[in-house]
């Protein structure tokens, strides 16, 4: 989805630096605990000040639209 997302509108890719952590491998390493990432499928946006939005666990693609607008 974030990959259609990203295809769709050249902003995001732009503006946005992706990071994918793979959660069967990190579930326990420092940036899940910093971040405080409860579960896979967790999209957390930050900004220079924090952190902007996080969804967790979502598939509706205009929520996820809209968490990656709040970054543009």
Known sequence: MIKALRAANDAY???ITFV????DTYRDAPIARKFKVPYQ???VLL???GEIGRLVAQTNMVKI???LDSAL
């Open 65 to 67: 639209k809209g968490l």
């Open 41 to 43: 499928s967790t999209l």
């Open 47 to 49: 900004g220079g000040k």
């Open 20 to 23: 994918y952590v793979d959660w």
């Open 13 to 15: 890719n732009d503006k």
